[in-house]
C-alpha cells in the first residue's frame, strides 16, 4: 500500500516568516516527488517537483529530498498572506501508476 | 496552449438522476486521471487512463460510477442514479509519460462542481 503522510495542519506564521511544510512516503522505489498548491475553491496548481536527494530551489521555494529518510519538504521564504492555502504532497513510482497524495497541510500565513 | 478543460463547471441535479462530466486533456498528454473532492477533504482517486491501456479502475466507489476516454482524448465520467453523498468537486489531470515509464507532472483542470437534491 503506497501511502504519503502529511500532517493537516493548520500551520499558521507570521507574514516574512519561513513556512516549512513536511512528507513523509512509505515506498521506497519512489522517484519523483511534487508539491501543489490548492486555494480554497480551486484546483491545484503545480509549485515545484523533485527527483534527486538535496535541495532544489526556484523563488520562494526550496525542496528538500531525501530519500534516505522517505522525506520530501517545502520551505517557503519570506512567507505572505496570498500563500495561505493548502499544499498537497504527491509521490510517484516507476511504472504505469498515478500519483498518490497526500491529504494536505493547510497553511495559513498571518499578516 | 491551452490546460485542461472541464464541463460543465457546475452541476445541480435530483438524487437519482444520471449526470455526464467531461474532460479535455492537454493536447498531447496520454495519461487522464479523475479525482474527486468532497468538502474540506483530500483527493479521493477515482479511475486513470493511459494510452491504450486498460484504465486502472481501482478507486470507483461503486458501479454507479464509470468512464470511457475515446480516441485517446476527451474523457466522460458517468454518474448513474446520483445520490447525496456524490456531491463533491470532480477534478480532473493529464500528464505525458516520461522516459522511465513513469508519468511526469499531472496538470489539473478547474473541476466541476456537483450538488445532488
Known amino acids: 500500500q503506497k501511502e504519503v503522510e502529511q500532517n493537516s495542519g493548520p500551520l499558521s506564521v507570521p507574514e516574512g516568516a519561513i513556512a516549512s511544510l513536511n512528507c513523509t512516503y512509505s515506498?521506497?522505489?519512489?522517484?519523483?516527488f511534487f508539491w501543489y498548491r490548492q486555494y480554497s475553491g480551486k484546483s491545484p496548481e503545480l509549485i515545484m517537483s523533485?527527483?534527486?536527494?538535496g535541495d532544489k530551489e526556484d523563488g520562494r521555494f526550496t525542496a528538500q529530498l531525501n530519500k534516505a529518510s522517505q522525506y520530501v519538504s517545502l520551505l517557503i521564504r519570506d512567507s505572505q498572506p496570498s500563500d495561505s492555502a493548502t499544499y498537497l504532497c504527491?509521490?510517484?513510482?516507476?511504472?504505469?501508476?498515478?500519483?498518490?497524495f497526500g491529504k494536505g497541510t493547510r497553511l495559513s500565513v498571518i499578516a | 496552449g491551452a490546460g485542461v478543460s472541464q464541463s460543465p463547471s457546475n452541476k445541480v441535479t435530483e438524487k437519482g438522476k444520471d449526470v455526464e462530466l467531461r474532460c479535455d486533456p492537454i493536447s498531447g498528454h496520454t495519461a487522464l486521471y479523475w479525482y474527486r473532492q468532497s468538502l474540506g477533504q483530500g483527493l479521493e482517486f477515482l479511475i486513470y487512463f493511459q494510452g491504450n491501456s486498460a484504465p486502472d479502475k481501482s478507486g470507483l466507489p461503486s458501479d454507479r460510477f464509470s468512464a470511457e476516454r475515446t480516441g485517446g482524448s476527451v474523457s466522460t465520467l458517468t454518474i448513474q442514479r446520483t445520490q447525496q453523498e456524490d456531491s463533491a468537486v470532480y477534478l480532473c489531470?493529464?500528464?505525458?509519460?516520461?522516459?522511465?515509464?513513469?508519468?511526469?507532472?499531472?496538470?489539473f483542470g478547474p473541476g466541476t462542481r456537483l450538488l445532488v437534491l
Open positions: 489531470a493529464s500528464s505525458s509519460q516520461g522516459t522511465s515509464g513513469s508519468q511526469e507532472t499531472q496538470y
Open positions: 523533485i527527483y534527486s536527494n
Open positions: 515506498d521506497r522505489g519512489s522517484q519523483s
Open positions: 504527491a509521490v510517484n513510482v516507476p511504472g504505469n501508476t498515478p500519483l498518490v
